[in-house]
């Protein structure tokens, strides 16, 4: 447990950081995709499109399956599937819960900030049974913009009172870097989410973990 963690709040981003849930994201995707009667791809490559939010993904599922039908058009159907496998398989990253527990009683308080769609945010905490951690919970949708933004943020630090300099983003992709640095927060990556191509370690973050309880060995 930390003596003295140094940020009063720490903004967490979801998938890949907290949850890997790339199998159930990669189980709508391939809904979607057999659907409009395309071949499903592997988790792998959907791993890859993680990170912009639900529109970009099945935009570059469309892109790679050379289906040039407008995106908008096939949302609410993916939107179905997403919530369809949501819960098939979800899996908190070892050590989650412990540390969540060990900031908790050190007095940190913790929202997710994520770009998964907003209504699917807490059902899925509520089903890892980490829900009751989080003060705040921020979707994409809710605002009008989201991750690489930096409104996503500032809108937490401000409904916690506290300055954003002063709330830790940790976070696995480059969303969650820019966000950061545009809203001047500080940053920690962790280094076994989705991180696609982006340079974790040049991008000006306090530090990258390998694991998630690295966290609280952060002074
Ligand atoms: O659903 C996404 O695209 C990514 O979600 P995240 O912001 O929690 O990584
Ligand atoms: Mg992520």
């Given at each position: 447990m930390p003596r003295a963690f140094p940020w009063p709040v720490v903004l967490f981003d979801l998938d890949g950081t907290l949850v890997d849930s790339a199998s159930d994201i990669a189980a709508a995707v391939n809904r979607l995709l057999t659907e409009l009667g395309h071949h499903a791809v592997d988790e792998a490559t959907v791993r890859s499109w993680i990170g912009d939010g639900a529109r970009e993904l099945v935009t570059q599922a469309l892109r790679h399956a050379g289906d040039t039908r407008d995106v908008g058009a096939v949302m609410p159907r993916f939107m179905v599937h997403y919530g369809d496998c949501l819960l098939l398989d979800?899996?908190?990253?070892?050590?989650?819960e412990t540390t969540l527990e060990a900031l908790r009683t050190a007095g940190v308080r913790m929202a997710v900030c994520t770009n998964k769609p907003a209504q699917y945010v807490s059902p899925l905490l509520e089903a890892l049974g980490i829900d009751g951690f989080f003060d705040a919970v921020l979707g994409a949708g809710v605002l009008p913009e989201r991750k690489p933004h930096p409104l996503p943020l500032l809108h937490l630090a401000?409904?916690?009172g506290v300055d954003i300099g002063r709330c830790l983003m940790v976070g696995d992709s480059a969303t969650d870097a820019g966000a950061a640095i545009a809203a001047g927060a500080p940053l920690v990556l962790v280094a076994y989410g989705y991180r696609r191509d982006?340079?974790?370690?040049?991008?000006?973050?306090?530090a990258v973990i390998d694991r998630f309880d690295q966290l609280l060995d952060l002074r």
């Open positions: 979800p899996r908190l990253y070892p050590g989650v401000r409904e916690f982006f340079d974790l370690y040049g991008c000006g973050a306090l």
